[in-house]
């Protein structure tokens, strides 16, 4: 039924998987050669951080740990995120959404507009390989989430108890498609876009 009412040019893609699985290096790579816009929360809660405001506040405090920052608060500020740039030829989310009332809360949104999540896709990597992966960006990101083996534990566990049932509501519409996120960067790529394409 949404599909009548969505503009067909439109993409709206959700860019799934674990922490640490490449999704912010696609995504960038993918906004450009489909010219859409890329939000990713993660990204977001750190600008906040940095300029030290309410929202910055909050969401450290749970970010720090390891843990969700609770959906209300991010519900909130994506819908900001997107309002700030209607027109456009369509999102990438990368990070959002993370739980199932988040992704309720997507496709109502949404849905409001005319539009619809075309795809969820879904990067698929070894969970071990991913922890040697963050401690890696870790030395270098400055993030402390990624410097410490107990909260890297703990982001994994956050998916697998909450984020990682997203991949059966997505299936329940037949808009999950996973690839094997091992590869080169531009493997990976031509694996999701060949996805994109037929969205
Ligand atoms: N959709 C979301 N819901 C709740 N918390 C979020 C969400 N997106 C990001 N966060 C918070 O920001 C942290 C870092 O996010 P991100 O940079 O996307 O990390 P990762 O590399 O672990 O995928 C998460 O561990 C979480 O605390």
Known sequence: MYQLTANPKLKNIVLFGPPGVGKGT????????????HISTGDVFRHHIKNKTKLGKLAQWYMDKGNLV???????MLKAEVEKNI??????FDGFPRTELQARALDKFLAEKGEIVNGMVALEVPENILVERLLERGKTSGRPDDQDEAKIRNRFNEYSTKT??????????NKYFGINGVGTIHEITLRLSKIIDNL
């Open 164 to 173: 990682e049932i997203l991949k059966d509501y997505y299936q329940a519409q």
């Open 26 to 37: 696609q995504a960038k790579l993918l906004k450009e050669k489909y010219n859409l816009v």
């Open 70 to 76: 609770p959906d209300e608060v991010t519900i909130k």
């Open 87 to 92: 027109g456009s030829n369509g999102f990438i």
